[in-house]
């Protein structure tokens, strides 16, 4: 199976600040990599698929990368409604894997 | 507007079964792949399993932590996902999700869109 690491776990950032999360997969998985956001008690929103592409619908401050291994999230500009938990996943072969999550709070 | 709604959650006795729909609208079901993901109390989040479309024939994969015990079926001609629990542990206990899954420009298949989520509890 494909072990899907993301750091870091958790971070602090203000308002207007840019972040970036770092997903890291076990073996080589091309890109087919998606990232997901989510809020507390809701349902898992698609953010990024093919490491890089833009879920419609989904504003331009977030943007993805990476190829192979290692992939980074970036979110510019941090508003009060991007603090959430956001997650890796890997859909390169089965098992689907996802990374633990990453937690952007408010400093 | 693409739609996904979850239902029969609820809680159940370890050992007992229990079968999740998902309810779809607004896009042409029959033509994706769909997954089930699910979401312990305070944990990350789990992939399940995944049902093909007709063309590759309904076929399905499941994860290892649930394979020979849940099942996922679907009716395209009701736009209907389900997924059947059987031999439910106390650890099946989460939030779970259908979601509906499209191919990317390479054939492989992503998340698109996320359903609301029905509860499961085991316990006794």
């Known amino acids: 199976d494909i072990q899907m690491t993301q750091s870091p776990s958790s971070l602090s950032a203000s308002v207007g600040d840019r972040v970036t999360i770092t997903c890291q997969a076990s073996q080589d998985i091309t890109n087919h990599l998606a990232w997901f956001q989510q809020k507390p008690g809701k349902a898992p929103k698609s953010l990024i698929y093919a490491a890089s592409s833009l879920q419609s619908g989904v504003p331009s401050k977030f943007s993805g990368s990476g190829s192979g291994t290692h992939f980074t999230l970036t979110i510019t500009n941090l508003q009060p409604e991007d603090f959430a938990t956001y997650y890796c996943q890997h859909y390169h072969n089965y098992p689907l894997t996802l990374g633990g999550g990453t937690k952007v709070e408010i400093k | 507007e693409v739609q996904l709604v979850e239902s029969g959650g609820g809680l159940v006795q370890p050992g007992g079964s229990l079968r999740l729909s998902c309810a779809v609208s607004?896009?042409?079901?029959?033509?994706?792949?769909m997954d089930w993901v699910r979401q312990a109390p305070g944990k990350g989040l789990e992939w399940l399993g995944r049902?093909?479309?007709?063309?590759?024939?309904?076929?399905?994969e499941y994860a290892a932590s649930v394979k020979g015990r849940f099942t996922i079926s679907r009716e395209d001609s009701k736009n209907l996902l389900f997924l059947q629990m059987n031999s439910l542990k106390t650890e099946d206990t989460a939030v779970y999700y259908c979601?509906?899954?499209?191919?990317?420009?390479?054939?492989?298949?992503?998340?698109?869109?996320w359903g609301q989520g029905t509860l499961v509890s085991v316990s006794s």
């Open positions: 979601v509906r899954a499209t191919s990317d420009t390479t054939g492989f298949y992503y998340f698109q869109s």
């Open positions: 049902t093909r479309n007709k063309v590759k024939s309904y076929t399905t």
């Open positions: 607004g896009f042409t079901f029959s033509d994706h792949y």
